[in-house]
């Protein structure tokens, strides 16, 4: 099972257990942030070196015998302070698009699916997210859950917003696919030499990206007008 999640202004309560992935200073051994960059412990994670290169090598105390779970008979006492509380009812925003695309190729890529690789899947870490270079790679339009307010006349005019924005940004995929497609046909046409190929390939990565930026932006920016009760929706994204 894949649980998105979502980014926070801080991390909330983790269940008082040392363990967890970015949730550093509790007892978490498995990597560490250095300069923008995540680094990986290969004491404790198999990570293929010759892939990934952003590894370290650091022994943990593994002799440690302790219950993994909070509370009940034998589980560990632990509750959250009131910094941790205070994150969960605080800001927070869905993936940003690069994760989503990134999300989106795994689960597309049959190798790993657990069914063909029965637990060893090709790739277990990766050193970049994965980038669409034209808008059919990119993951499908999904608007954020219709609001549900308790008024259904105001819940069903979010949803018409909603729908109008998925509508207008598969609209704006349709155009950029097929003009990045006409520029395709054009360069095959001419014979085009792989220098200037891939330079054209660049430029529809970078037309994808952005506007994949900006209707990521545009949901976001549409369920937190909605979940706060403010205005309507607005045009499509940036191209």
Known sequence: MFNEGYWGMSVGFYGGIDYGFGYFGNGYEGGRWENGRFFYNTAVNRVDANAIHNV??????????R??????????NARATSEEEAAARGKR???????TQHAWSA???????????????????????????????LPPVGGPATSKTGNAKLDQKYEKEQEK?????????QKLQQRQDKEDQQLTKQKADPARMQQVEQQH?????????GHTQQM???????????GGARGGGRR
Do not use: C, L, W
């Not at 029965?118 to 808008?135: E, I, K, L």
């Not at 976001?220 to 403010?230: C, D, K």
């Open 165 to 173: 924005v998925v509508a207008k940004q598969n609209q704006d995929r």
């Open 107 to 137: 689960h597309n890529n049959p190798q790993q699916r657990f069914s063909t690789n029965h637990g060893a899947p090709p790739v277990t870490a990766s050193s970049r997210p994965n980038t669409a270079v034209h808008p059919k790679e």
């Open 220 to 230: 976001q920016q549409m369920q937190q007008r909605q979940s706060t009760g403010g």
């Open 56 to 65: 370290y090598n650091t022994r943990v105390n593994e002799t440690v015998n």
């Open 205 to 213: 990565q970078q037309q994808t990206q952005q506007m994949h930026q």
């Open 93 to 99: 925003t869905g993936p940003v698009s690069a994760q």
């Open 67 to 76: 219950v993994s779970y909070n509370g009940g008979n034998g589980g560990i």
